[in-house]
């Protein structure tokens, strides 16, 4: 009876798991087909606009201005999908923060142990009982004789059920005991799973944020060339010459005076007429190119580091990755610091350290050249993600003794 009702116990416990588990998925369904429709309306929307922005002009800002509604509207519905699944996640195992009810203790709760001792001294007495009369000849008493051994057989009977109740219930208290322990490492991995759950909720939010700058930053720059055409390299050239002859026309006759070419006499007209100080002469720095590479600058640039959850790599695995690029005039330079996982056994070194330079060329894909630091040479290539935000990573380094030669992976913007 005590198995059947562990047993039954432990079917009812099933099937409390299995109907909040149903309800929490019926519930994430409805939420997560929200977001996969927002994000397919989204990513479908435009997806020629980063390859047609080097182009700029009103037309691309609204472009622009119209896919960052369509990706504040997906974090918004994905926002909602995990906030959902938080609170279905702790409504739904609410119950693993009571501890099972534990059996009460103390001696009225274990009347087998002085039933047990009872039976054995009762087998003992029946037993020296049976000897006593063994070799008597009386009927009488070998009648008794053979009484006393159907007693001791039941006797013994007796003792083997309590013998085998007593294990029951050492059983039960044991599998009481690792009910306990399973239900609180499952409270415990419960925690984890709501921390991380909560945490996605964090990013999500994060990322819609950083969508909208991105879309911002790249409406402004298609503006830019229509909104200030003096921008180009020939605006400085243009106004100087006509501000000399229009602003002293009270010395109109002389106004060759400051073109001649020895300096020494157009010092004392300079000195005696309240002319404007001539403008600076135009930089002789080349004006930056309004396109470098095919994408924005900025899938390239900034802080990067390797995700420690669902991480894609190629290669050896990383523990860690911190990378950092920077652009100044068309050229790139910056720093790479990682550590990767070692096959074991493995006496070589997992730590990677290297600089590299170059320029930012016109094509998706940025190959430069790198030095370690301890000396040894090899190649850097950056790839732009299929989001923003996301950067994949290719070295190949000279080989050497126990170092780390290539790797592959794909980094995320800090």
């Not at 997560?32 to 994000?39: C, N, Q, V």
Request: glycine share 6%; aromatic share 6%.
């Amino acid at each position: 009876m005590r198995r059947v009702s562990i047993t039954v116990a432990g079917a009812l416990a099933m099937l409390l798991c299995a109907g909040v588990f149903a309800n929490a998925q019926t519930n994430a369904q409805v939420s997560r087909d929200a977001y996969r429709t927002a994000y397919r309306n989204w990513r479908q929307a435009d997806p020629d606009l980063e390859r047609n922005a080097g182009a700029g002009g009103p037309l691309l800002a609204q472009r622009a201005e119209s896919l960052a509604e369509l990706a504040r509207n997906y974090g918004v519905e994905r926002g909602a999908f995990l906030q959902a699944l938080v609170d279905t996640t702790q409504r739904g195992f609410a119950w693993l923060e009571s501890p099972p009810a534990e059996p009460p203790a103390g001696p009225s709760n274990d009347p087998g142990k002085p039933a047990a001792a009872r039976v054995t001294a009762e087998m003992t007495e029946v037993k020296r009982t049976i000897d006593t009369y063994a070799n008597d000849p009386d009927p009488g008493l070998q009648r008794v004789r053979m009484m006393l051994e159907r007693q001791n057989l039941a006797l013994a009977e007796l003792n083997n059920a309590m013998v085998e109740r007593q294990h029951m219930a050492d059983a039960a208290q044991a599998a009481a005991a690792a009910a306990r322990i399973a239900q609180a490492n499952a409270f415990d991995r419960e925690r984890e799973v709501i921390a991380g759950l909560k945490q996605a909720v964090g990013e999500s939010d994060r990322e819609k944020t950083a969508w909208a700058e991105y879309y911002r930053l790249l409406a402004d720059a298609a503006r830019r060339p229509v909104d200030s055409p003096a921008d180009g390299p020939a605006a400085p050239v243009t106004p100087p010459p006509s501000a000399l002859v229009t602003l002293p026309p009270p010395v109109s006759t002389p106004a060759a005076t400051p073109a001649s070419p020895p300096p020494i006499q157009t010092a004392p007209q300079i000195a005696a007429t309240p002319t404007p100080p001539a403008p600076e002469p135009p930089s002789t720095t080349p004006p930056r190119p309004s396109v470098i590479t095919p994408v924005p600058l900025i899938r390239y640039t900034g802080s990067w580091t390797f995700p420690q959850a669902d991480g894609q790599f190629h290669g050896p695995q990383p523990e860690f990755v911190d990378l950092v690029v920077l652009e100044e005039n068309g050229r790139a330079s910056g720093t790479l610091f990682a550590r990767f996982k070692l096959p074991p056994g493995s006496t070589g070194d997992p730590i990677v350290r290297f600089d590299f330079s170059g320029n930012f060329s016109n094509t998706r894909n940025q190959v430069f050249e790198l030095q370690t630091s301890d000396g040894a040479k090899g190649t850097f290539e950056l790839i732009p993600g299929p989001a923003f935000n996301l950067l994949e990573i290719n070295f190949l380094i000279d080989p050497r003794p126990g170092k780390i030669r290539q790797a592959n992976a794909v980094l995320l913007k800090k």
